[in-house]
């Protein structure tokens, strides 16, 4: 129980990295929506990251 603990722990720490990048990319411009395409890349990155660990987790039975 505690490797899968681990696992799922270590792959959230990893995608708190770009989900932090967005936000305060997104705070240095005031939270008015003024940002440019260039700044959405840590979500962008987030999401696809968030998606990769679900199927990793919980579909690919090894």
Same mark, same amino acid.
């Given at each position: 129980?505690?490797?899968p603990?681990?696992?799922?722990?270590? @792959?959230?720490?990893? #995608?708190?990295?770009p989900? $932090?990048?967005?936000? /305060?990319?997104?705070?240095?411009?005031? +939270?008015?929506g @003024?940002?440019?395409? #260039?700044?959405?890349?840590? $979500?962008?990155?987030? /999401?696809?990251?968030?998606?990769?660990v +679900?199927?990793?987790?919980?579909?690919?039975?090894?």
């Amino acid at each position: 129980m505690k490797v899968p603990v681990k696992h799922i722990l270590f @792959r959230l720490i990893i #995608l708190m990295i770009p989900y $932090l990048g967005f936000y /305060f990319m997104f705070a240095k411009s005031g +939270f008015k929506g @003024r940002t440019y395409d #260039l700044d959405e890349v840590p $979500l962008y990155l987030f /999401f696809a990251l968030f998606g990769y660990v +679900f199927v990793e987790t919980f579909l690919i039975k090894i």
